[in-house]
């Protein structure tokens, strides 16, 4: 079977595949990267952290979580040693899918130096995290 795409990121571009075991051009296109920030987010059951921007980043990124019900929450960006760089989230939280921005600052408002840093999602459900690569 020959599937043909009309896509501007695969123009006239022909795949052979068996009857059946086609994939979606969507699913091309996407293949390897992160869940979106969008609806695209699997549903999931339990507490869930994702680093849904760049990554690594120039300046900001999006960090998106899933709180299974609402719950008192705190999300920060530790650096190596495991200092506090940033809090970017600390209260009360609904339930459901939620996303926030780093902007690469520190608790003082100042830029934070390249490297490796890591977000930390604290709730009830436990903890989670994602590693984040801050490019200067």
Do not use: I
């Amino acid at each position: 079977m020959r599937a043909t795409s009309a896509s501007p990121f695969f123009p006239h571009t022909v795949w052979l595949s068996l009857p059946g075991t086609t994939p979606s051009e969507k699913q091309l296109r996407t293949a390897g990267m992160p869940p979106s920030v969008a609806a695209d987010l699997p549903v999931e059951s339990s507490l869930e952290l994702y680093c849904a921007g760049a990554n690594p980043f120039l300046g900001t990124t999006t960090l998106a979580f899933y709180l299974p019900e609402s719950a008192p929450v705190r999300l920060s960006v530790l650096d190596v040693s495991g200092r506090r760089v940033a809090k970017l989230l600390d209260g009360v939280v609904e339930g459901g899918r939620h996303v926030t921005l780093w902007d690469g600052r520190d608790v003082a408002g100042s830029a934070a130096p390249g490297g490796v840093y890591f977000a930390l999602l604290e709730a009830a459900g436990g903890t989670r995290t994602a590693k984040l690569l801050l490019a200067r």
